[in-house]
């Protein structure tokens, strides 16, 4: 089939890697795209939210399937888009409805689902300029650090954790009154810090059955040791150690099953992954945040250990039998090490060539992914904060993120950041 993938990332390059790999992909179109996923199909000049000129690509090259990268198509509803149109809706479409795709486009309808069906997170409340000095009232009167999230998508950036009332205050009344985040900020859920283990557990569902595809750990920090500013992952690493049979049945008991028959009790449209961000709390699974796609870099460890055909999986989940697949791993380890322009997550400068590729990806049990590149004249160019991911395999997380790190270290270009701690606190 001729399969369409939107997004332009490093989880687009590792999904457009793993689908490539099943003879059910006949043609791959990328959308945007960028100079990795050139490699394996069609990039195409088409924004993910250019519904009109995503539907027009769909007609003109017999698109058969539409795979959604990133979180914003998804929200705007893209998959009902797709469902109402009559030269669309034959196409099968991998992700949520517009509806179920709050779970992750509104902190507050995700926390009000969670109490619904009695899913283990972290207490809050929410606020809006109506009951804002009622929300000022309750930060000063919260346990620290207290945790301060825009309700709406802010590009990853709408979640602070305040260590003092102070601080806490100051950015309630920058994300209420001053609109930080526009419209993303006019509610704001407060609630409690979670001590712990941060660890993601990836999902395929088609809402009554679901397949587990992967877990993985990531590293947000840019600093080594965890310190510094947050990024959208600097690093990752699978599978995680302590997620062992006994913490993955609690994950599955309390979490994951209860969560799909919440979409199917309450009639919410899920063809898609679902990304569970989850704490370890002294051994007890608890839910920090839904997102209704894969993550990023956690696909870049997640898609080369899962062995199973990829776009067979998108066809179960499709036409209901998605139950029935058989899911299998690589036993291996897989990490990833992200390489960063200068001055990330701040402000940083692009257009920088790019040197060492080939000689990166040469390295024995090592894939190369694209994250923030573009080409231009037969170079491959710098092309946002995050510009590559290198994954390998190794026998344990140390040997993998070790032969990543090595790798990595062929690559040039101005600026070039990356941690070399990644997968540092289970090192053997």
Not at 275 to 287: C, I, K, Q, T
Not at 405 to 413: C, G, Y
């Amino acid at each position: 089939m001729n399969i369409l993938l939107l997004g332009s990332g490093g989880r687009e390059h590792a999904l457009a890697w793993k689908m490539t790999q099943s003879h059910h992909c006949d043609q791959l179109f990328i959308a945007p795209g960028n100079a990795g996923t050139a490699q394996l199909g069609t990039n195409l000049p088409i924004g993910v939210t250019d519904f009109a000129a995503i539907r027009q690509c769909c007609i003109e090259q017999q698109i058969q399937m539409v795979v959604v990268g990133p979180e914003e198509p998804l929200v705007k509803g893209i998959y009902d888009f797709f469902t109402h149109d009559p030269e669309l809706q034959s196409i099968i479409v991998v992700g949520p409805s517009a509806k179920a795709a709050q779970l992750e486009g509104s902190k507050a309808f995700s926390k009000k689902f969670m109490q619904r069906h009695q899913i283990p997170t972290a207490a809050y409340a929410e606020f809006t300029a109506e009951n804002y000095e009622a929300g000022r009232s309750y930060i000063a009167a919260h346990s620290l650090p207290v945790v301060l999230k825009a309700d709406g998508l802010a590009a990853g950036k709408g979640v602070v954790i305040a260590s003092t009332h102070e601080e806490a205050l100051a950015v309630f009344e920058e994300m209420i009154l001053h609109k930080q985040f526009g419209e993303a900020s006019n509610k704001v859920v407060i609630e409690e810090f979670l001590t712990g283990i941060e660890v993601s557990v990836f999902v395929l569902t088609n809402g009554t059955d679901y397949q587990i595809i992967g877990h993985a750990k990531d590293y947000k920090r840019i600093g080594e040791g965890d310190t510094g500013l947050n990024t959208g992952g600097m690093g990752c690493v699978s599978p995680v150690p302590f997620m062992d049979e006994s913490f993955m049945q609690k994950v599955e008991s309390r979490i994951i099953a209860p969560t799909i028959r919440g979409l199917a009790a309450e009639e919410l449209t899920y063809h898609g992954f679902i990304f569970f961000g989850l704490m370890n709390r002294h051994g007890e699974p608890m839910v920090i945040e839904y997102n209704c796609r894969m993550g990023d870099p956690e696909t870049e460890v997640v898609m080369p250990r899962l062995q199973t055909d990829l776009v067979a999986l998108f066809a179960a989940m499709d036409n209901g039998t998605l139950a029935d697949a058989n899911i299998s791993f690589d036993e291996r380890a897989c990490a990833t090490v992200i390489a960063a322009s200068g001055g990330y997550p701040g402000s940083y400068e692009k257009d920088k060539p790019i040197e060492g590729l080939e000689q990166a990806a040469a390295g024995k049990d090592t894939l190369v992914f694209h994250a923030g590149t573009r080409l231009q004249d037969n170079t491959v160019r710098t092309n946002g904060g995050r510009v590559l991911a290198v994954s390998a395999y190794g026998t344990n997380i140390t040997q993998a993120a070790e032969q990543a790190r090595q790798s990595l270290s062929q690559i040039r270009f101005e600026g070039i950041y990356y941690r070399k701690d990644i997968g540092y606190e289970f090192e053997v």
